[in-house]
């Protein structure tokens, strides 16, 4: 079975732009969670979504948002970036909710300059 | 909101010892989940706990589940250097979100 991809691995971006990244999950998984990774900050959940519709939402400014098409993949969008957003951004699928093991994928690191 | 604490925040030892890290929320967890994160990689699910006081072993691995379902606690017995990396734990109540704490770092003296 196919692990989760994440497209693209790595990304630079300027202050001001906005950037799409995409995660495809594990065939057969609906749940797809959206995290930021920091050095200073750890794991920080961004939202969930789970058949197109978004579950559960994290502490971020509403620069961050995302969606999921019927077919289960995940994209988030970040508009005008800003320095802070530089980070590892980790998408993971589950069967059907959080409540289960979490299958992340490589992650998309994005550099803002 | 629901908060997890994972301490130490780092841990270095000499390949043979043991180590321990522990987990510990502000609200009763409906399961506790382990994971562990290599330098350079993504995070791996190591284990799920979901019953007050459960135990569970992998090889040299233990994991506990405390009896009121706040803490939980990963400890490893005569580390190997293949043990390397960040160990989390993530907290769930309900149908809410996944909480991580913010990791142990293991560096192991070889």
């Known amino acids: 079975k196919a692990g989760v991809t994440q497209t693209p691995r790595y990304l630079i971006k300027t202050r001001g732009q906005q950037v799409t990244l995409s995660c495809s999950p594990i065939s057969g998984h609906r749940s797809v969670s959206w995290y930021q990774q920091t050095p200073g900050q750890g794991l920080q959940f961004l939202f969930e979504y789970f058949s197109e519709t978004q579950r559960n939402k994290g502490n971020f400014p509403g620069r961050f948002s995302g969606r999921q098409f019927s077919n289960s993949r995940s994209e988030m969008n970040v508009s005008t970036l800003e320095l802070g957003d530089s980070a590892l951004y980790l998408c993971?699928?589950?069967?059907?909710?959080?409540?289960?093991?979490?299958?992340f994928g490589p992650g998309t690191r994005l550099t803002v300059t | 909101g629901q908060q997890v604490m994972q301490i130490p925040q780092y841990q270095h030892v000499q390949e043979g010892e043991d180590f321990t890290t522990y987990c510990n929320s502000s609200t009763t967890l409906s399961n506790i989940q382990w994971y562990k994160q290599r330098p350079g990689g993504h995070p791996v699910f190591l284990i799920q706990l979901v019953k007050s006081g459960e135990v569970k072993k992998q090889k040299r691995l233990t994991f506990q589940f405390g009896e009121a379902k706040k803490n939980s606690s990963l400890h490893i017995t005569a580390t190997q250097t293949t043990d390397v990396g960040t160990y989390f734990c993530a907290g769930n109540q309900g149908a809410q979100k996944l909480v991580f704490g913010q990791g142990t770092r293991l560096t192991i003296n070889p």
């Open positions: 993971a699928s589950s069967l059907a909710s959080s409540s289960y093991e979490q299958y």
